[in-house]
């Protein structure tokens, strides 16, 4: 009940068994099509450029932005907690000229500031996160697309965090690359990072096309600018392994493959309506457990992601002494964090297969059994019954919809 790795879908793992094929293999080259055609129903785009990146989803991240990005090519970063930091990291050692608007932990980026920003810098790329579990914050996406859209800025999005347990809907965003990763709300294991582009964004990484020279032909030709200095990460030669020529790249990571194709189906057989409603009321039942036991939220409730919750550690109390007492007697794992909040909040999670109510029950008593042993000043006997409230009046709501 961390914010992620969590635990996968028994189907997942099941689909994960299945025997491995060949990469050129007809079945194989359909389950690569069909997997395209599912994240796009993930994503809500209609882009052709949507597939699978080899790696966890830090993969993703990578691939897009030293494809993307040159040396002395301006990007503009909002960092609103760890991942943000992570972003100029990467676009840094790519030898990105980088902008950051620094935002408080446990806040959001107002997109005035961005636009301001944006007019004084014009950068090639914004960069941003959308849901990062490290505040456990949930950054608005619209206003700021149309804003890029509006000053020719490509708009890319790290939304591994978010995405499945919170809206994401890219081409209504205006968002021109998005990464994710399988182990949080997909409700997959972490090795394989979805991504999709835009057709815009891939015109303007194919300037940049290499053909390596142990499968270059006479009909191939290179881009006209300087050549993406990462190899497994170069995106116009993962579009040609993906493309109809499947001109060989790398090995595609079969089982991935397979654990990504069920998370996107179980994705869309329950529903992206209902998926995203199972994650609002875990995430809002875990919270009223977590506030009505006495304990105190973490950052701005108004902006709070639906899978992650924010809490204070109570004074006096050895936070991770808590978390290892829950994960040796109780066999629940919740997390810390990092930077200026390291010892200072938990995050507990509750997204993919464990967005369920009993999980979210038995993590309450759980933490709530552990506190009162370490003579924490907390309400007792009151956490769970708030959250059972909050799912009886959930179904209640659904119940009268349904009528």
Known sequence: ?????????????????????????PVMTGYMQQVQQLYRGVFNTSNEATLLIDGTARAGIEAVLVSALKPGDKVLIPVIGRFGHLLCEIAYRVGAEIRTIEVEWGEVCDP????????AFQPKMLATVQGDTSTTMNQPLAEIGEICSRYGVLFYCDATASVGGNALKVDEWYLDAVSVGLQKCLGGPSGSAPITLSDGFVNEISKRRHIELGLRTEQH?????????????????????????????HTEATTMLYAARECARLFLEE??????????????AMAQGLETMGLKLFGNQKYKMNNVVGVYIPQHIDGEAIRSELLNLFGIEIGTSFGPLHGKIWRIGTMGYNARQEAVLSTLAALEAVLVKHKAAINTGVGVQAAMTCYAAHFQAQSVLAK
Do not use: C, T
Not at 225 to 237: A, G, K
């Open 221 to 249: 030709s290179a881009g006209s600018e300087p050549m993406i200095r990462s190899n497994y990460f170069d995106l116009p030669m993962i579009l040609d392994y993906w493309g109809e020529e499947r001109l060989n790249h």
């Open 271 to 284: 529903g992206e309506n209902a998926v995203l409603d199972r994650h609002e009321v875990a995430g809002q």
């Open 112 to 119: 005035a500031l961005i636009e301001k920003e944006i007019k």
């Open 1 to 25: 009940m961390g914010p992620g790795p969590i635990n996968a879908y028994p189907r997942v793992l099941q689909a994960m068994s299945n025997q491995l094929i060949g990469q050129y293999d």
